[in-house]
């Protein structure tokens, strides 16, 4: 654990970033400071934009060429920004180990694990090839691998998500680096070994007294890890204090209305408080305070004043001009209590269910062979779906819910099973019938650009399907667009602009106009939130359940996220391999698990408010405590 | 007659006159660094005993002189191959003379007695005697053989033996010129050429020319050394060395490099650059016609006032100073050019008239022509460009409306050739006389029923007088005067319009002396010396 | 892997059934090869006997037949033009050709492949520049012009090479330099756009993040993942210009298949034709199949599955 008194490791202070664009410069990172000691964990944790990773990146000398520093970074009092060419390469790869968000594209895939763990050894420490092979195999077992003889001889495509980033680990430990650096480490893996992979880091910082900078969008991972907390929006610190401090005391209302907007599965039955609007451009940053635009305690004062870092508690700094009065009057602890109540009387006619799924299977053939190996994608998964509720799937990558939705969607033929929405049994159409079938049923993916023509305005995008089938005339396509986009909360403006010109939120918001055009009565909607920041998500998660609520809808939500997928639901399918391991009410589901598997996936989701320190203070003492290194971890 | 044609020499279809262009540009850019300047007449003599390199565009897949009539197929056969009689043609006119044979008498209208030379062996010992000239007739009269002069030499009804040294051909109709036809008339030695083949003997032939084969690659070397039983006089050179160089481009380039001494076929812009540099060049000319037949049985050429009208569309001074750059020879109304046995003097040419040309369309009722010119591509020097000339020379006709340049793939084109495929108007070739260069051979074309490439052209008189021409013996007046008649109805009723003699432009080093081509294309490899030093 | 190897042995059996009798009947429809064989002036005897003595005269399905029984032998006939074996003709052009590919395919991909990286790494500096510039000439002067241009320099002007090829190592390095410079251009530009790609990559970050030398950061890790999509590019065009590439062999009259089955297309020259198609089939087919070996080795995902195959 980190000793208070200890003497900074790495030194932030006044950090700029600047990047040279063809539209002029955009001022990324604007004065940051924050400083970690050893053996201490600091979390910066922010949305997409907010700075984050690029002052990582700045400490790391890992800037593109168009990028320049200015302030200072010091780290064991050496000034780091000051470093150029081989020097700074030597100095990062002596000082800091580093881990990236995808461990597989982390990796390169043209060499296995071990050579590409033995080469920094060579490249840095003139191991001969022996030596090298051998501290890398003993590295991948400090990091919790097992069979590290065989492991080491794999590529990384032959490695689960979860050993590769400990693969990645092992790699940034291998010179023995005070300063650990791991930007989104757990963002790309299953939340069933984001935690093994977080007690794993933290375990080797009190073993080889590291300190640790974690970089996240994740409140619980930051809840659940981190000593102290950086909270980061457009390029500044906002607020800066102890994970105690800064995640159950906000003193800054962003902070505050970031927890608001995380769905908990202790609060389910109360609306999110999202944060109204979108992070703003680095280019164009709003006057004053740059959260003033989305906060719902600003003042004409917040709108032309730069705050500053104040001082609101021991130790704890938060930049807003109102935080004293704020955090008197209780006004931030709003987020605890959830938003308004849910209304729960929705008409749940299991009886009559408008759609049937009975035992779909889906098999892809393994290799070409004739000996009929195949992969049971889906595997015998049966459910009903009530008219205007929401069925939510869950599960881990590979679970096969995503081909669930494909299969649901018509976009994929089922190997066996049937599949009845309204009566129809979708799995056994073709031509006509099925496009007849395709206007009651439309599917939302989880990237919404990608299923946009860039070169269409988005009025174009919304109109497309009016036009292909036939509604109405120009004028009164027209009208329904400008309905459309009202209706997904975006002003009649949009329909003029691109769909690159959009936030990640607001072409959700298109993506999901588009699929009402047509009045469906079912929508599939797959992983339409992963893609999106914690604010945004709780937007368009509360759009979702409000035209619900006015339209009627059916939907099928298919998520990773088990409080996220529990908040949309009213009942909720876990699946596994393939199956589906428990269905059953959302509220039953959460207070009486039944199977195993629900339960590990009830036990990884991360609460801010239950979890805090929940790695941090016991990092020797779950899942694979037992196995104890082979090796001695220092030479 | 015109050649099994050398396929090889197409590749020039490749080639783009832009291309040239370049070369061209460079070669007076670099000029000066090799010293290419014209040298001072260098008056030294040349030396025997010369290794001699020539660039060609095409080395024969193999050197079978029982095919080989023209150029180029010719000239590498013939320095090698045993001819019974030889057409000379290196000096003045174009004379028989001996060359297996010694003598020769017509016993008959339809009877030759041919007196063999007794001192010649074939190169592996092997006597020319009359068995040989049997069983080399009696192999070329078998069609089997495939043998492409028994089109010319198919009237030979029998051969025999009269004695070891004398022999009597039967023919099946009167020709007064057979022997400047077996002028053509390759003789083996029997039981060589019966051991291996007629397919390995083409590749290795023997013969008592004034050289042998020393090393044959087919379709990419030929190496010729002298021949030391030779029955035509010991050559010069100690050996004359083929390359295949397919790129008139390349082939200048060659020379220039000075990794050939003498090239063929130097490309119309290639002169130029060569000229200003230290070479020499040899205005050579093929014993072929550029023709474009016109008689059709059917459509506007029918009527032969526009056949008439057509030819005097035609200025051929301007089309040979255009696309030729001046070089060959201006055709005159006849088949025959000027250098040729059957020329007559007397047929001069359509003069170039317009306005006479329009009026006889006018007179003919025609307008609004749409023709088409059918022409090969790569296949005769500048056939595309002449083709294109020629077609916007008719087309300045008022009643032409437009003319159709159709350029045909080789093996389309013979199907033309060969009346497989249907004619257009226009259909331009090259009509071939090597190696006998006389008149007859061309004008026999136009007889009715002729078997190759017929144009359906039929005029009972013509046919008449190339009987007359056909039993008049050389060098007579009736012979001159049936020349001179067939070419006088060939002006009348225009089948078709001998536009040019093709030109044959050779360069060598200014090293090299004692080139020369004979009329029918073929140099006289014998006689080539080389300065040394 | 065996049954990577009956695969390839399949496709090559269709491959070959497939081109040649699609030749066999292309070439006669297109017309009679005996006039191409006799000349202009043959009489109609003559012709007659050379199509009864190839066989012309039978029903084209009984040629057919006879044909693939042939095929079967691998007894392509004798060649129209050369009245030797076709295939032993086909066989003394094709070393020609493919000395001339795989010496200009080494020097393309040890000029273009470090170019491209080059290009690649100082996309917007003066070398991305330059690579991109000689790329875009390379690709856009006709080969001939180069050809020639590179004879008037090299053999006419400075002497120093033969102008024509045919013998000798001297003569190969013209020809082989022009047909270089035409693949080495196309190499470049692919290289340069594959390397951009990996640059973008997160192994490159995380070896930039190790403190590894730039070189090594090109040339070990960026250079391997390039070589997978390269080793296509360059097995499609070894395939392409070992089965000849008429221009250059035309320029440097230089003995290879290419021009000999042009030729033998404008002679009709069907048994050579048949030899030739026959061979490059073959040849294509193995040089996908030593690519297909390759990319097992250079991309360790593609060996997995074959491992499960």
């Not at chain 3, 040649?20 to 202009?40: H, K, M, N, T, Y």
């Not at chain 3, 170019?115 to 917007?124: E, I, K, N, S």
């Amino acid at each position: 654990m980190a000793g208070a008194d200890a003497v900074p490791l790495l030194e932030v202070e006044g950090l700029d970033v600047t990047f040279d664009t063809l539209g002029g410069p955009v001022h990324a990172v604007r004065g940051a400071d924050w400083s970690v000691r050893q053996g201490e964990t600091l979390v910066v944790l922010g949305e997409s934009g907010s700075g984050k990773s690029v002052s990582l990146h700045a400490v790391a000398g890992l800037l593109p060429a168009n990028g320049h520093t200015a302030g200072r970074v010091r780290f064991q009092g050496r000034d780091v920004l000051g470093l150029r060419g081989a020097q700074l390469r030597r100095f990062c790869a002596e000082n800091y180990g580093m881990v990236f968000q995808d461990p597989m594209s982390s990796l390169d895939p043209s060499f296995t694990v071990g050579d590409q763990i033995a080469e920094i050894l060579r490249v840095h420490r003139g191991a001969s090839a022996k030596d090298a092979w051998q501290r890398a195999m003993d590295l991948l077992s400090v990091v919790r691998i097992d069979d590290p003889a065989r492991r080491a001889k794999q590529y990384p495509h032959e490695l689960s998500g979860g050993m590769r980033q400990r693969v990645m680990i092992a790699m940034a430990i291998a010179l023995d680096p005070p300063l650990f650096l791991a930007d989104e480490p757990t963002t790309a893996l299953d939340t069933s070994v984001r935690g093994a992979v977080l007690e794993t880091m933290i375990e080797l910082r009190d073993r080889l007294s590291m300190g640790v900078v974690l970089i996240t969008h994740d409140i619980g991972v930051a809840a659940a890890v981190a000593d102290r907390v950086a909270v980061m929006y457009a390029g500044r610190v906002v607020e800066y204090g102890t994970a105690e401090q800064v995640l159950h005391q906000p003193g800054h209302p962003y902070t505050a209305a970031l927890l608001g907007s995380l769905p908990r599965l202790r609060r389910l039955r109360s609306t999110l408080t999202a944060i109204p609007g979108a992070p703003p451009n680095a280019a164009r940053l709003p006057a004053g305070c740059s959260f003033h635009p989305r906060c719902r305690f600003a003042t004409d004062r917040c709108a032309e004043e730069l705050p500053v870092l104040q001082l609101s508690g021991a130790g704890q700094v938060a930049a807003c001009h109102w935080t004293e009065r704020l955090s008197a009057d209780g006004d931030l602890g709003y987020w605890r209590a959830g938003g308004d109540p849910l209304v729960d009387a929705r008409p749940g006619d299991a009886e009559q269910p408008f759609v049937a799924v009975e035992n779909l299977v889906k098999e892809y053939p393994l290799g070409s062979g004739r000996k009929g190996r195949v992969l049971r994608a889906v595997d015998d998964v049966s459910f009903t779906i009530p008219k205007g509720t929401t069925l939510g799937l869950v599960g881990e990558s590979g679970s096969g819910k995503s081909t669930t939705a494909m299969i649901m969607s018509g976009l994929l033929a089922p190997t066996s099973g049937r599949v009845v929405i309204g009566g129809v049994d979708i799995a056994r159409l073709s031509g006509k019938a099925m496009r007849d079938v395709r206007r009651d049923l439309q599917v939302v993916f989880q990237d919404p650009y990608s299923s946009m023509d860039p070169r269409m305005t988005i009025g174009q995008i919304v109109d497309e399907p009016l036009l292909v089938h036939k509604r109405g005339s120009k004028a009164q396509r027209r009208g329904r667009v400008t309905e459309l986009l009202d209706l997904v909360g975006l002003d009649g403006d949009y329909a003029g602009r691109f769909p690159h010109q959009l936030s990640g939120g607001q072409a959700q918001r298109v993506a999901i106009a588009r699929a009402l055009a047509l009045e469906p009565a079912l929508m599939v909607l797959d992983e339409p939130v992963a893609a999106l920041d914690l604010s945004i998500q709780a937007q368009i998660l509360n759009l979702l359940r409000d035209l619900q609520a006015r339209l009627g809808l059916t939907y099928l939500f298919i998520g990773h996220d088990l409080a996220a997928v529990a908040y949309i639901s009213d009942r909720v399918a876990v699946m596994s391999s393939g199956k589906i391991v428990e269905l059953d009410r959302v509220d039953a589901i959460y207070q009486r698990p039944a199977a195993a598997y629900t339960r590990q996936l009830l036990d990884a989701v991360l609460d801010p408010e239950t979890d805090l320190g929940r790695y941090r203070d016991r990092p020797t003492t779950r899942k694979e405590a037992s196995c104890v290194p082979s090796a001695p971890v220092t030479p | 007659m015109s050649p099994k044609t050398e396929v090889l020499g197409r590749f020039r279809a490749l080639k783009v006159s832009a291309l040239v262009g370049v070369v061209a540009l460079l070669a007076t850019a670099c000029g000066s660094s090799n010293g290419d300047k014209k040298a001072e007449a260098d008056s030294s003599p040349g030396a025997a005993g010369a290794n001699i390199v020539v660039g060609v565009g095409a080395i024969n897949p193999d050197l079978d002189a029982f095919s080989a009539t023209s150029p180029p197929r010719s000239f590498y056969a013939y320095p090698v191959w045993s001819l019974l009689t030889r057409v000379d043609t290196l000096g003045e006119g174009a004379k028989v003379v001996p060359g297996v044979a010694e003598s020769w008498t017509r016993v008959n209208d339809l009877t030759w007695q041919f007196v063999l030379r007794k001192d010649l062996k074939f190169a592996n010992g092997e006597p020319v005697d009359a068995a040989a000239v049997v069983y080399s007739t009696k192999f070329m009269l078998d069609p089997k053989n495939e043998a492409s002069i028994r089109g010319k030499l198919g009237i030979i009804k029998q051969v025999e033996a009269v004695d070891d040294n004398t022999i009597r051909f039967t023919m099946s109709a009167p020709e007064a010129i057979l022997p400047r036809l077996l002028g053509a008339m390759p003789i083996v030695p029997p039981k060589e050429h019966a051991r291996v083949g007629a397919k390995a003997f083409n590749v290795k032939p023997i013969g008592t020319g004034a050289f042998m084969v020393e090393k044959f690659v087919p379709g990419k070397e030929l190496v010729l050394v002298p021949n030391p039983n030779s029955g035509q006089g010991k050559a010069l050179p100690a050996s004359i060395t083929f390359k295949a160089i397919p790129e008139d481009a390349a082939r200048v380039a060659a020379l220039r490099a000075g990794d050939v001494d003498i090239i063929t076929k130097v490309p119309i812009d290639g002169i130029k650059p060569l000229e200003s540099g230290a070479f020499t060049l040899y205005d050579a000319v093929e014993p072929r016609t550029y023709v474009v037949d016109l008689f059709t049985d059917s459509g506007p050429l029918t009527d032969v006032r526009v056949r008439r009208a057509i030819a005097q569309s035609l200025d051929l001074d301007a089309l040979v100073q255009g696309v030729m750059g001046g070089k060959g020879q201006v055709g005159q109304g006849q088949l025959a050019p000027s250098f040729m046995s059957g020329y007559c003097k007397d047929v001069t040419r359509y003069p170039y008239d317009l306005a006479a040309a329009n009026k006889l369309m006018a007179e003919a009722g025609v307008s609004g022509l749409k023709l088409k010119f059918q022409t090969s591509q790569g296949f005769i020097l500048n056939d595309t460009l002449l083709a294109q000339a020629i077609g916007e020379m008719v087309n300045k006709l008022d009643a032409v409306e437009s003319v159709e340049i159709a350029p045909m793939e080789f093996s389309n084109y013979l199907d033309v050739y060969y009346n497989r495929t249907e004619r257009a108007d226009f259909f331009a070739w090259g009509m071939s006389s090597s190696p006998f260069v006389d008149a007859s051979v061309q004008l026999e074309r136009l007889v009715s029923g002729y078997p190759q490439h017929n144009i359906g052209y039929s005029n009972p008189k013509y046919d008449e007088w190339f009987g007359k021409l056909r039993s008049a013996e050389e060098g007579t007046p009736e012979r001159q005067q049936a020349f001179c008649e067939l070419s006088k109805i060939y002006k009348e009723d225009v089948p078709s319009v001998a536009v040019m003699t093709m030109p044959d432009v050779w360069a060598s080093s200014d090293k090299i002396r004692g080139f020369k081509v004979d009329q029918a294309g073929n140099p006289a490899w014998e006689l080539i010396t080389k300065v040394t030093g | 892997m065996a049954k990577l190897l009956r695969q390839r042995l399949l496709q090559l059996v269709l491959v070959i059934l497939g081109l040649s009798s699609l030749v066999f009947f292309l070439v006669r429809i297109s017309g009679d090869p005996a006039s191409a064989i006799a000349g202009a002036d043959a009489d109609p005897e003559t012709l007659a006997a050379i199509r009864s003595n190839l066989g012309l005269n039978e029903p084209v399905l009984v040629q057919y037949v006879r044909f693939l029984g042939d095929l079967l032998v691998l007894d392509f006939g004798d060649s129209y033009q050369y009245r030797s074996d076709a295939m032993a003709l086909v066989l003394d052009r094709f070393p020609a050709s493919a000395l001339l590919t795989i010496i200009a395919m080494l020097i393309a991909v040890g000029l273009g492949v470090p170019a491209g990286v080059l290009g690649a790494v100082h996309r917007d500096g003066l070398l991305g520049r330059a690579v991109n510039g000689l790329a875009i000439l390379g690709q856009s002067v006709p080969n001939f012009v180069l050809g020639l241009v590179l004879i008037m320099i090299f053999a006419v002007s400075l002497g120093w090479l033969p102008s024509f090829g045919g013998d000798g190592a001297m003569s190969l390095i013209l020809p082989a330099v022009t047909l270089a410079a035409f693949i080495c251009a196309r190499q470049m530009r692919l290289v340069q756009a594959y390397t951009l790609e990996e640059l973008s990559k997160g192994y490159v970050r995380t070896a930039n993040s190790l403190g590894y030398s730039t070189r090594r950061i090109r040339y070990r890790h960026i250079l391997r993942n390039v070589t997978v999509p390269m080793l296509s590019l360059v097995g499609l065009e070894l395939g392409q210009f070992i089965a000849g590439s008429v221009v250059i062999e035309s320029v440097f009259s230089w003995p290879g298949l290419g021009r000999l089955m042009v030729e033998s297309v404008t002679a009709r020259d069907y048994p050579v034709l048949q030899a030739g198609v026959f061979v490059i089939g073959v040849l294509v087919v193995l040089i996908n199949f030593i690519v297909d070996l390759l990319y097992q080795v250079v991309d360790p995902r593609l060996k997995a599955q074959l491992v499960t195959r």
